[in-house]
């Protein structure tokens, strides 16, 4: 199993600039999440989902979006990228979403820069 | 509501000294509590947790925590620490209606000296 997958690792864009973010997980977790970690304020959560087809929004949802085609992939959308949103992102994967006990796996994170 | 608090954004210990991180908590529920550990450039990773039951939690690399509900604290506690420990800790709290949900402390980084 490779767990949680995140890509791409490094990315600069520019402020206005879209891209989407890359999750994938291959442990067949129905719940997925993004967080965002900034120094000195430990992880947010950004958005999640307790399985295909179904997503809510976290702490910090503004100017993310994201959708849940299948189980294993969850991808987060920067619509209009701000300097604001340099951060990483984490994606993480857990059997379900309605036990707080299951373990939370995180994936190694993507480091994005808005200049 | 939650909110979690760690005390000092950065502890340094020599090689062999006692590790501890200390955490306090706020929950309107029962609180489920967790300690992650995030090497350099790494993902997190899971060292131990709270749900019920024994409120001494033993984790994995020699880390415990304990639960102590009228202190509202679950500070990580090593006896002798490693250089391998080298670290950045977060506490997060969560409870049994959140979901997968979890709210994080700020991190705090741990240096360990030879």
């Given at each position: 199993?490779?767990?949680?997958?995140?890509?791409?690792?490094?990315?600069?864009?520019?402020t206005?600039?879209s891209?989407?973010?890359q999750?994938?997980q291959?442990?067949?977790?129905?719940?997925?999440?993004w967080?965002?970690?900034?120094?000195?304020?430990?992880?947010r959560?950004i958005?999640?989902?307790?399985?295909?087809?179904?997503t809510?929004?976290?702490?910090?949802?503004n100017g993310?979006n994201?959708s849940?085609?299948t189980?294993?992939?969850?991808?987060?959308?920067?619509?209009s990228?701000?300097?604001s949103?340099?951060?990483?992102y984490f994606?993480?994967?857990s059997?379900?979403?309605?036990?707080?006990?299951?373990?939370?796996?995180f994936?190694?994170?993507?480091?994005?820069?808005?200049? | 509501?939650q909110?979690?608090?760690q005390?000092g954004?950065?502890?340094s210990?020599?090689?062999?000294?006692?590790?501890?991180?200390?955490?306090?908590?706020?929950s309107?529920?029962p609180?489920?509590l967790?300690?992650?550990?995030?090497?350099?450039n790494?993902?997190?990773?899971?060292?131990?947790?709270?749900t019920?039951?024994?409120t001494?939690?033993?984790?994995?690399n020699?880390?415990?925590a304990?639960?102590?509900k009228?202190?509202?604290s679950?500070?990580?506690?090593?006896p002798?620490a490693?250089?391998?420990?080298?670290?950045?800790?977060f506490?997060?709290?969560?409870g049994?209606n959140?979901?997968?949900?979890?709210?994080f402390g700020q991190?705090?980084?741990l240096?360990v000296k030879?």
């Amino acid at each position: 199993n490779a767990g949680v997958t995140q890509t791409p690792k490094f990315q600069v864009l520019k402020t206005g600039q879209s891209m989407t973010l890359q999750c994938a997980q291959d442990m067949n977790h129905e719940y997925m999440s993004w967080y965002r970690q900034d120094p000195g304020m430990g992880l947010r959560l950004i958005h999640y989902s307790v399985g295909a087809g179904i997503t809510d929004q976290g702490e910090v949802p503004n100017g993310y979006n994201v959708s849940r085609s299948t189980t294993e992939d969850f991808p987060l959308r920067l619509l209009s990228a701000a300097p604001s949103q340099t951060s990483v992102y984490f994606c993480a994967s857990s059997r379900t979403g309605t036990s707080v006990i299951d373990t939370q796996y995180f994936g190694p994170g993507t480091r994005l820069t808005v200049l | 509501a939650q909110s979690v608090t760690q005390l000092g954004s950065h502890v340094s210990v020599s090689e062999g000294a006692l590790v501890l991180l200390r955490c306090n908590y706020s929950s309107s529920v029962p609180p489920y509590l967790f300690w992650y550990v995030q090497y350099p450039n790494q993902g997190l990773q899971l060292l131990l947790k709270y749900t019920t039951g024994a409120t001494l939690v033993k984790g994995i690399n020699g880390f415990e925590a304990e639960f102590k509900k009228s202190e509202t604290s679950f500070h990580l506690t090593k006896p002798s620490a490693h250089m391998s420990d080298a670290a950045e800790y977060f506490c997060a709290v969560s409870g049994n209606n959140q979901g997968g949900k979890l709210i994080f402390g700020q991190g705090t980084e741990l240096s360990v000296k030879p």
